[in-house]
Every structure is written in C-alpha cells, then in structure tokens.
C-alpha cells in the first residue's frame, strides 16, 4: 500500500535543480507536467527531458539550471520502474482464471481526502487549451489523462483508462516491461462476467490450430455459467473489433559480429513498418528469447530494427526467426472472434470462429478508382502484377516536392512524360510517389537536395537498360480475408488419460476483389493426440501418440509448429500437397534424476516428400554426476531430393559443493542427396561442436561461469564435406551483489573464425569478435563516495539516417523555419532550434535509408558523487570546512568507428582512433563542484560541462559541440533579499559536411544578476541585468548583447497567481544577418533594439477546475509586433 501524507495525486512545487533530480517517488502521469520559470512555460524535448516512470527531471537547456522552476503535475499511484508485473490499469485482457485483481493503494476523491477503497476512484485531468496570434494559425490541442477504478455495486467493478495525447506515446522496446500509456479502455467485470470496450490484446493459445495475439480496438465479452453438476460450466468470448496491423514472420541468418541492427519487413516487402509494442516473437537457434537491455535483445519499434545484447554474440551461423505485428492502414480491417466453451467432469468441447477481413469499399492510405479496381481483378493472387504509376496532379504548394513534366532527346532517342523537379508556380503541378524497384530496373535515382522531402531526378537508358533504381509507381495492395472455424473436443477418461481431437476449416482470399485463383481458398486439418501416465512402483511410464491431416490449402492465423520444424525435417522449400503426420513414443522417469524417452516420428507429402525420424533423449544422475543425451536421426525421399539428418547434444557434469565442471558436444551431420545420383546439395552441412564449462555458485547474488567451445564446420566439394572453418568461442560471466554497497556484474565473450577454405566460403573471412560488458556500483562511508560504473564494447551497423521537417500545432514542435535566403520555400538548411517557444512549430522527422555502414561500438558511463557532509557535517576543523564541498561528475560516452584494431574497439576515448574514423559519437561530461550546496545563506557552484555529437546522415556527416564554464554565486543578503549572479564562458560548434554555409564556432562570455525581493508568499519581484559577447570565428561576426527583464508575480496559495514581465533586450551585431550562426548568437531576436512582455495567469475555479491565460508581446527592431495567446482549461479529478 502506498502511504503519503498528501492523499491527493496533485503535487506542486518549486524548486532549483543542478542537472537532473527525481522529483517525485512515484511514477508520473504522462502530459500532466507543467515545468515553468516565470512567465515562462518550458519544453519537453527543448528545455528538459522527463523519464515519465521514474519521474527523473533532467534539464538540457543550461540556462535553466540552479534557477527556481515551478512544477505542477499528477502522480500514478505506484512507481513503474520497480514493479515487476504488469499492473491492472495497463492490462486490456485479464490473466486466466481470475478475473479480479487484488490491489491495495490508497485512492483520494475530488476534496483530497482519503476514500474508501470499495468506492468508486477517479483519478487523473482533462486539458483542452487554444492558441492563437497575428504571426501563426490558430491552434487547438487537448490532453486526456483519466483513470477509473473501484466498484459500481457489491459485486461489479469498473477498471478504466482513458489516455489520449495530441502527439502518441510509442513504448520503447528497451525494457522487459512496456506501459502503454497512449491508450483508451473501459472494462466491467464481476467474478463471472467481463465486458471491456477500447483498446484490447486478443490472445489464443491453447488451441493446437488456432493460435493468434492481436492487438486491437473493439469489444470483448467473456462470460461463465456454472451448473448444478460437479466441475461443470460453459465459458462463453465473443469479440468485435478493428485491426491495427497486419501479421509477418520472417527468417534470416546473422551476420559475423554483427549484433545488429536488423531491419524487419512486412508481409508485402514493405521496406520500413511499423512494429506494434509487444507483438513481437524472437527466436535465435530455435530458442525464444526475452526483451529488456539486460536480457536478450532490444527492438526499437518506430524503425522495425532489431539489435541482439552482448549476452548472444551473433554470427554467420546464428538463425534468427521473428514473427511480429506491423501498423498496416491500406483498408480498415475488421475482426471478429468467438469461444464457446462447454466444461464437464471428464472434459470439455469447445467451437472457435476467427475471422478477419479487410473492408475492400473502405481503403485508407491508398484510393482505389474503378481503374485500379479492375487491375486488382485481373491480378488475382499475384499481386506482383498491379503495379501502377503514381503520379497525382495538383494544385501548386511551395511546402511540397513537387515536379514538371517534359519531353526530351538523349543520343537521338526521345523520351517523353519525364518528371523534372520544380519550384515555379506555373508549371510545378505534379506529385509523385517513388518507388524502389531494383538496380537498373527502373529511370529515376535519389539526388541530395536541400529541398525539404525526399528528391528523384530522371536518368537515361544506355543502350536501352535503365540507369536508376526508382520507378513512379505504386503496388496496388487488394484486401485480403481470412477465416478459421474449429472444434475442439477433450476427454479424460481416467485421470491419467486424456484424449484431444481438434478439426479445423480454414478460408483465406489473398484479393477479395478477384474471383482468379480461388481454387486454393480453402482447407481443412484434423489432429488427435492420446496421452497416458502408467504408474510402475518407484517410476513413471508415459505414453503417447499424435496424428495430424493437413489438406494443401489449410491456412492458419499464425505459426502453430515449433519454430525450426522446416530445418529438422529438411523441409527446404514449400510443397503445396496434402500432409500426414504421425508420432508416438514412451518416456520412462524416476522421480527427477533418471529419464529415458524414444520418439517415432513421421511425415509424408505425396510423392515430393516422405521423411522418416527417431529422436532419443536420456537424462540420468548419480549421485555429484549426471549425464544428458539428446539426438534424432532423419531419413527422407522425395521427387527433387533424398537426405539423411543426424544430430544429437550430450553433456556430462560434476557437482561438488559450490563448484559445477562439464563437458559437451553438439553435433549435425546432414546430407542431401539429388535424386537418383549420389550427388550432394549445397544446403548439405556437417558441423562438431565441443565444449566444457566451469561453474560458480552460493546464491543468486554470488555467480560466475566459465565456458569454452570449438566448433568445425564442413561444407560440400567435389561430391563430399570437406572441412570450411573452424571458430573458438570463449566467455565469462561473473555477478557480485551480497554486499549491497559494492555490486558488479560482468560479462565478456571473445570469439575467433578461421576460414580454412576461402573458396568453399567467398563471402567470409577470418576475424576476432569481442563483446564486454560491466556494471559496478560502489557506496564508500554512508555515500560520501558514491560511483557508478557501466562499461559496454561491441560492433553491429549503423543506419544512414533522412529527416524532414513537419509542420504542427503552433508552439507544439521543437523547430523554427527562417527563410534565410528570402525566396519563400522551405529548405533543410533553414530549419533552427527555436530559441523562442511560441515559434517551434516543426519537428524533425528522422527516418532510416536501408543503407548501412559496419561499425564496432564502445559505452562507458561514469558517474562519481563525493559529499564529505554525509560524515563530517557535525566535526570541526579541517574536517567541518571539506564538509561545506562537494563534487558531482557524469560522463556518458557512446562511440562508433570504423577501427577494426581490437585495443582501439576496447578503449572508449577517442586518442586510439583518428577524428576521420568516428561514425557517430554521443559523449556529455559535466561536472560540478560546489561549495555550501545547501547552505541558506551563501552558496557558489562551478560547473564545467562538454557535450558532442556526430551523425551519420545520407548527405553526409554533422557534427556540434558545447563547451561551458559556468560560476554561480548565491547570496540571500536577507531572508527576503537574494542576490544571484552567474558568470559563463561557452565555445560552441556546428559543421556539416553538405550544409557548410550552416557551420560557425561561436565563442562567448556572459555575466546575469539578478536581485530578487520576496517579503512573503504572495509577492515577489525580481530585476535581472545580462551581458554577452559572442564572435564567430569562423564567420566574422560579433555580438554584444544586453538585457534588463524585470518581473513580479502575485500569489493566491489557493485562488492561483499572476506573473507580470518584461524584457528589453538590445543586440549590436556586426556581420551577416540572414545566417543559421546569427540566429543562434541572437537567441532568435533580431538585431538592434528587442522589446518584450508576458503576462501569465493562473486561476483556480474551484477545486476541479483550473484557467490559464498567457499573453506574450514581441517587437523585434524594425519588424511588426508579435502577439501570442494562450487559453486552456484543465479539469482535475
């Protein structure tokens, strides 16, 4: 139970924060922070960044720090960074058997006070807000943050969540955990019946045929009704719903060393997709794995890439299979689904119905007109067929890319309907979508062009074979539908034999506007499986058996076979042919230490294919040994190709006390014949895997292993395997956390390939990989030293990265456009970080090119707090004057290069690398040490603080740095009087290789006072005077910039407050105006004589309902005024 003295979920207060602090102990809602200074409302993404689960506070504009900032905002009930379980307000689908969630935190009503936890509980705040201005479109957002919980009578509660922000929340695929905060359900439910309407996760497991996991928005009902008969019940789901993607399972073999990214593809090759959180199945060599950054990969699911931890070093051999959903909006998708389930004392039948179509008259991202209707009508199943151009006629817009259309002559040859890009109103009038088509396939490339959207530009043919690689066209998707219906009958004879039978219909049309190709639409399956436990005195006989029919043109939902079943029946190609699967078998066990199984297997698909297999799997341990065995011996033939398949895995280990030793061998014999000859395949491999390892143990928190394997690998030549490479891999895993003041863990896998034949395998060549990773967390003497340590090494690839600047609500984005060069269109160049709030209205866009570049990585970082005022605050001497110092250090650095040397991928500082072999760089040192941090009275602060970046891009490389010296004194004179003054000295740097008329280094020096009076609560006024000199060194340009902004605030502790300011501001700049570089000098204000004002209101209606009103005045020398509002209503609950 959470506990507080404040029972309100409503929290405010204002304080001064260094660099970053945790402002509360629980997790806040998202979008109910307002941060402000003065007047001023601050930016997410521009002022500050907010980890809203840990509710970390961190500033990025350092002109904020150490000063006063007000924060207002909501508080979730619980923190999400340490909760382990997903909690009920974010599930859509209740966990099995228990419908009712038993959670005990303290709920708060409307006055503030504490409720009784079996009413009704509401928590959360409605915002809805207006700007509007002489200079911007009027803009309208709105923010919903509800959440309903509690009882609506003695036995029916309500669980609802009601989250809509005008810019959606997309969960990051870096932890195990993902809170979908963006989403809206409402679900009522009792012990027996559940109703939830809004967002859903609709999930099917336990069916053998049809298995599926969608997310969704629709309605679910579950109901149960029990009967006077013992064990007797029905179960009843019925679900409506909208689709919200499409399903894709793709397979491929990693790359050596290449730990990703990994770029996913949908179902129609689709090049970037979206990836819907969570969806996601990875498995690496059959095995499922798990997400989170310390586990075993990470997906970041806006681009759909896929990237493996150092736990799992990837290589040429590595199988990667993922199966995931992908935002797909070609038409509105609808799903239904139904589970009538009947339940009696011996067993149960049920009958499933799953259907989901697309609605063919309701396309969305693409219009069908009756000539594109008829081409999917002739297409039928190929859909590789209903290719048509995409060229659109439209009226002129100097925000779009836009082309003409001409004839021309090339070496006599004349082409005509050419797109040419253009800027001129009268003849700029068609849009075009291009579409990648292949290497010389198609007559248009992509140009680089300041322009801001992607450019194309025409080629010519050379003796008639196209030059480019783009096309005008578009892919035609038809809509699709599929169904499966299933009955499903269990029974339990005796309480050691059960019987399942499962026959399913299934019904998929690849184009439901084509009546082509629907000869294979449908398809039947049938499966039954008998499973019996046979008790002999001191052992455990199990018997079983399993048979399946699947017609050729059954389609499931999704996989239900395991995931490599394909590799272990040599299944190298689809075979469109009735099948028949048997298997049977016997395990004998005794309790858990010996257990021997022997398994008969077989497959037949007509006469292509007939597969035989035995697999055995034996587990015995006596006494300190033990012993495991597991193999499988595969025979086929078919109309292409016979085969033999032998494998098996063994391990011995030894057991003493802590200690744990083994060895292993995993071995694959596989050979492929051509039919009639004895002539192998290429797909035909042989590899001897051996191992042994040594392992640590006393308790979870005291761990270490050691292992080693040697693995050669045989591939085929001259009609025989002969040996290819040969690879060690070599890895150490250590965790030390009993004393919780001084924990590491640590992993390192070092792995070395040798090509022994470089012909049998061109596309590798010998290499040493090497992947590390260390965390350390050490706490001296009550914190006095406090440091942490984390340490990462390792190669993958980097993406060359696009954007483009969008264009939202007024004062919404983080970017400003300043048309530098007068001529009214919108180029990349001419896109700034806006220094004034009320002129972001851009975002940057980033998106991948599908072009990347190999890269070894390295992360380290280091944090080091020393606070002698932990232990000395009571001493004397020597000892009380170190206690009035302290000393905070963070250094983050994320490196990428091209250095292949394996001392310059270890060390993390650029000295073992040259400048021109950086690929992308994130490093951030600050540091600050202060004196009398805390003290009432006097306080000084110096910071010193680095930051640096580089990326990569299509147009080349962009790089900036930021240096601070920073010296902040602060001097309460009185209780009522302070005195602030900070001194800067700042370098800051911009290049870029394709925009160098964007480049500057700027030097400058600052100095602000402010004098602040505050006789009491409910008044405060402030004066503050700044001075700056800025030079452009690489420009010639100079700057001296003052300001004097007085400001008063008037404060109602519980009616609200008024903040009146103003600011005059006078910049002698000499040099060229109309640059990038002025604009920063100048913070966005124009040169000579600025003028500002704001008056900013806050009034509480009554305890619900809260009004703001903004009101900012600008009057740049020689320009018009600027006038901007603000309105918003916000409702607390």
Do not use: C
Request: aromatic share 12%; proline share 3%.
């Amino acid at each position: 139970m959470v506990q507080s003295q404040n029972w309100s979920n409503l929290r405010q207060k204002t304080i001064a924060i260094a660099d970053s602090l945790l402002l509360d102990s629980l997790s806040i809602v998202p979008g109910s922070l307002i941060a402000s200074q003065g007047p001023r409302v601050l930016k997410e993404g521009v002022d500050f960044e907010i980890n809203y689960s840990t509710a970390l506070f961190t500033w990025i504009n350092s002109n904020h720090k150490n000063t006063n900032a007000t924060f207002s905002y909501r508080v979730f009930p619980v923190n999400f960074s340490f909760s382990t379980k997903q909690l009920s307000i974010f599930d859509s689908i209740p966990e099995k058997g228990s419908y009712i969630k038993n959670e005990n935190y303290e709920r708060i009503n409307a006055s503030g006070l504490p409720i009784d936890q079996n009413s009704l509980e509401v928590n959360g705040t409605i915002a809805r807000g207006i700007n509007v201005g002489n200079n911007q479109n009027m803009g309208l957002n709105s923010t919903l943050n509800l959440q309903i919980k509690g009882k609506l009578s003695e036995d029916v509660f309500i669980d609802a969540v009601m989250s809509d922000n005008s810019i959606p929340m997309q969960p990051d695929g870096y932890s195990q955990q993902i809170n979908e905060f963006d989403q809206i359900y409402m679900r009522i439910y009792n012990q027996k019946h559940s109703l939830q309407i809004g967002d859903l996760k609709l999930n099917e497991n336990n069916s053998y045929f049809l298995k599926f996991n969608r997310k969704v928005q629709g309605i679910d009902l579950q109901t149960q009704s029990n009967y006077a008969t013992k064990n007797s019940y029905t179960r009843n789901r019925v679900s409506a719903a909208v689709a919200k993607g499409s399903f894709n399972r793709i397979e491929f073999l990693g790359t050596e060393g290449i730990q990703g990214p990994y770029q996913l593809k949908g179902a129609n090759n689709e090049t970037f997709v979206v990836v819907l959180a969570g969806t996601e199945k990875v498995f690496l060599n059959g095995v499922m794995l798990e997400r989170g950054e310390k586990a075993d990969y990470v997906m970041d699911y806006n681009t759909a890439e896929l990237s493996f931890n150092p736990k799992h070093m990837i290589n040429n051999k590595s199988r990667i299979i993922v199966e995931f959903e992908y935002s797909d909006k070609n038409y509105n998708r609808f799903l239904f689904y139904t589970d009538q389930q009947f339940n009696y004392n011996k067993g149960s039948i049920s009958v499933q119905y799953f259907t989901e179509g697309d609605a063919k008259n309701q396309p969305v991202n693409q219009e069908i007109n009756p000539f594109e209707k008829q081409v999917l009508e002739l297409a039928g199943d190929n859909i590789t067929g209903s290719v048509i151009p995409n060229i659109d006629s439209i009226a002129f817009d100097q925000n779009r890319v836009l082309y003409k259309m001409i004839d021309t002559l090339v070496n006599g040859v004349f082409y005509d309907s050419i797109l040419v890009y253009s800027t001129h109103p009268d003849s700029a009038f068609y849009q075009a979508g291009f579409s990648l088509v292949g290497e010389n396939r198609g007559n248009y490339i992509r140009v680089l062009s300041t322009t801001n959207g992607k450019m194309y530009q025409w080629v010519a043919p050379q003796n008639s074979i196209p030059q480019g690689n783009y096309e005008p066209v578009q892919l035609l998707i038809p809509p699709k539908k599929q169904q499966l219906a299933l009955i499903k009958s269990t029974f339990k004879p005796t309480k050691n034999i059960k019987i399942e039978t499962e026959l399913a219909y299934s019904q998929k049309d690849l184009n439901t506007f084509s009546n082509r190709d629907s000869y294979d639409n449908n398809g039947y399956a049938l499966s039954t499986r008998y499973h019996q436990k046979i008790n002999l005195n001191a052992s455990n006989l199990t018997v079983f058996a399993h048979y399946n029919f699947i017609h050729k043109h059954f389609y499931p939902l999704e996989r239900f076979r395991p995931a490599e079943f394909e590799r272990e029946w040599n299944l190298l190609s689809e075979i469109k042919n009735n099948e028949h699967y048997i298997s049977s078998g016997i395990t004998l066990s005794k309790k858990q230490h010996h257990s021997f199984s022997v398994i008969q297997e077989y497959l037949n698909k007509g006469t292509e294919y007939e597969g035989s297999k035995t697999l055995f799997r034996t587990k015995v341990k006596n006494g300190k040994l033990s012993f495991t065995a597991d193999g499988s011996y595969l025979n086929t033939k078919g109309s292409a190709f016979s085969s033999v398949f032998y494998q098996h895995h063994t391990s011995l280990a030894f057991t003493h006390k802590k200690w744990e030793a083994g060895v292993g061998h995993h071995m694959e014999n596989n050979k492929l014949f051509l039919v009639h000859t004895d002539s192998l395949l290429n797909q035909s491999q042989l590899f001897s895997e051996t191992g042994s390892f040594l392992n640590y143990g006393d308790s979870s928190s005291q761990q270490a292993r050691i292992a080693y394997k040697n693995r050669i690998d045989f591939s085929p030549f001259q009609n025989q395997l002969v040996k290819s490479s040969v690879s060690d891999d070599l890895s150490f895993e250590m965790q030390l956390a009993k004393n919780p003041n001084n924990q590491l863990q640590t992993a390192i896998t070092w792995r070395n390939l040798n090509i022994i034949n470089d012909s049998l395998l061109p596309n590798l060549k010998s290499e040493q990989n090497l992947l590390a990773w260390l965390e350390h967390q050490l706490n001296v003497k009550k914190r006095l030293v406090t440091l942490y340590t984390f340490y990462e090494m390792g190669s993958g690839l980097e993406s060359k990265k696009e954007y483009a600047y969008l264009e939202v609500a007024p004062g919404q984005g983080n970017y400003t456009w300043v048309d530098l060069n007068n001529n009214n269109q919108q180029e990349l160049n001419e896109f700034e970080l806006a220094a004034i709030a009320e002129e972001a209205n851009y975002i940057k866009m980033y998106t991948p090119t599908g072009e990347y570049l190999k890269v070894y990585s390295v992360k380290l970082n280091e944090t080091l707090k020393i606070n002698p005022d932990a232990i000395w605050k009571n001493e004397s001497g020597i000892k009380k004057l170190a206690s009035h110092f302290s000393n905070q250090l963070s250094l983050r650095i994320f490196q990428k290069h091209s250095q292949s040397k394996l001392e310059a991928r270890m060390n993390p500082f650029t000295s073992s690398y040259a400048d021109s072999q950086i690929i992308s760089t994130n490093n951030s040192l600050r540091n600050t040490f202060s004196f009398n941090r805390s003290h009432p009275k006097f306080g000084a602060d110096y910071t010193l603080s680095q930051q640096k970046q580089k990326s990569l891009l299509v147009n080349g490389f962009d790089e900036s740095m930021l240096q601070l010296h920073e010296l902040k004194v602060r001097w309460n004179l009185t209780a009522e009087l302070l005195l602030l003054n900070t001194f800067s000295m700042q370098k800051r740097m911009y290049e870029s290789e394709f925009f160098n008329t964007k480049n500057y280094r700027i030097n400058s020096q600052s100095n602000s006072l402010t004098a602040q009076w505050q006789p009491g609560i409910r008044f405060r006024i402030s004066l503050k005077y700044s001075i700056k000199q800025k030079d452009n060194t690489w420009g010639n340009q100079h700057l001296l910039y003052q300001e004097i902004s007085p400001e008063l605030k008037f404060n109602s502790p519980s009616k609200g407050y008024i903040t009146l300011s103003t600011a005059f501001i006078n910049n002698r700049f000499k040099g060229e105006e109309n640059t990038s570089a002025a604009y920063t000098m100048m913070e966005g204000n124009a040169a000579g004589k600025n003028f500002k004002w704001n008056v900013n209101i806050s009034r509480n209606i009554n305890d619900f309902l809260r009004f703001t009103a903004s009101y900012t005045g600008r009057k740049p020398a020689d320009l018009k005024t600027i006038h901007t509002g603000q309105f918003s209503l916000v409702a607390f609950f």
